[in-house]
Each structure stands twice: as structure tokens, then as C-alpha cells.
């Protein structure tokens, strides 16, 4: 089944006389359950195409089928309550609230989602917990290292129990052994069934993903399967 489905998806900017064709023509399928990387030079338009696949933005032209739901006319309102229920977003920054503790920052999405404070404080601990954090609980992010901060934000992103992780540049601003580290988290919750796509612009990140779409001035250049993970063509087989 698709779970994301663009078709001929366009993303103008109009800027005073100028117009910024971010995004030309999109059409890309992805299965549930696929772990794919967006790569491209800057200005290619891959946060764009996140942003919209994350019902952050809308497009200007064409469709965007999300678990079968066409919200490419939906409305500021029912784009955040789809956005709440089907997706984790991760970002370069991390934006973590500075004044509050992982624990709160965990547990910000619930607030909206209408948890009592008992139940946001067990699934954000637990969620804290997957993330192999629940002992930095109390800590703000100024007392966390780098790393520490994006698994708060990772957390963050799956305390609602969203099946589509998305994440931008996720270890854009971690050296090579954290950024692993959050690889293997990213690995671990696509083995649970999670679909995970990730904007990076390091190949050897890249190489986690299963199938990497290149994007050139607002098109699909390429979109290939990762000839480096064996895995690649039996998962893609094993879905439907
Ligand atoms: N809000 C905006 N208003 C006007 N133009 C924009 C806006 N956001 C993005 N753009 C333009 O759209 C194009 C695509 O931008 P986008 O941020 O998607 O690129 P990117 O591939 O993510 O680049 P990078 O690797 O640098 O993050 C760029 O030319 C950018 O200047
Ligand atoms: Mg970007």
C-alpha cells in the first residue's frame, strides 16, 4: 500500500515580481514500511518537498494522497490534526524548548493530542526510554550533548506513536559517531514497521536508507534503489 502518493505535485514561491519554482513537477509513490533518503544539492527543493510531505506546507499545484486521504485542499486546521495522527518530524536544529526538561519537551505533543498530565508523563517517559534517555529526564537541552538533544527530538517526534518518521538534515549538525547513533535508532524504529524518510546531504548517511531519490531543481532526477544494502530488494519485495 502507498502511503504517500504525490502526483505532479508544483511549489511556487512568489517573492515582489520574481517567482521561485521550488518544486516543478513531483511524482513519487512511497510504500509503508520503506526507508528512503531525499538527497539533492541546496536549493533543490528537498525541505520543501518534506515540508509538504510532512502536511507542514501545501502544495501550489497537483495531489498529495497521504494513507489514502487526498490533503492537498485540506485547510490550516485539518492539516495539523492529519499531521498530529500520521507523522514524527525531526529537524536539523533539534527545536527543543531551551526552558523545559526532556521530559516536557517529550511530552509537548500530547498535550494537543488531550492526555491527562499522568499519561503524558508515562508515554513520554517511555518514549524517553526507547531512546535510551529516560536517566537525562529532568536535564534541559543546554545540559545534554548533542546527540542527547536530537534522541529528545526523536522521541518527541514518536511519543504520539505517528507511523511515518520524517526528518530533515537529522545529523546535519553531529559529528560522525553521534550521527551513527542516531542511524541505529532510525534503523531500529524502521524495523518496527515505522516508514522513515530523511533529507541528508551525506552519502554515507544516505546508505542507511533503502532507496534514494535525487532531486535536481524542483524534479526526480533519480530514484533507485540503494545498490549498497542487500536488504533493499527484499524489503521492497516483502510490501504490498
Ligand atoms: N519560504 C520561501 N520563500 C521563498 N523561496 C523559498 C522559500 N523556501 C524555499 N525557497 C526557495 O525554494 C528553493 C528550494 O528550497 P529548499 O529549502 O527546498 O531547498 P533544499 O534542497 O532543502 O536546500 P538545502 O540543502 O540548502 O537545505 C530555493 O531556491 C529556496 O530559495
Ligand atoms: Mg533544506
Redesign the pocket.
Known sequence: MNIIETRDIA?R???GTEV????KSITISIKKGEYVA?M????????????IVGCLDSPTSGQYILNNQDVSGMGENELAETRNKEIGFVFQTFNLLPRQTSLENVALPLIYAGFSKADRTEKAMMALKNVGLENRAGHRPNELSGGQRQRVAVARALVNDPSILLA??PTGNLDSKTSYEIMDLFDQIHSKGNTVIM?T?EEDIAEYAHRIVR?RD?LVETDLLNPNIRKAKALIQSLD
Open positions: 511549489k514561491y512568489v517573492m521561485v519554482e521550488a518544486l531525499f539533492g544539492p541546496s536549493g533543490s527543493g528537498k525541505s520543501t518537498l518534506m515540508n530533515d538534515e533529507v546531504h532531486l524542483g
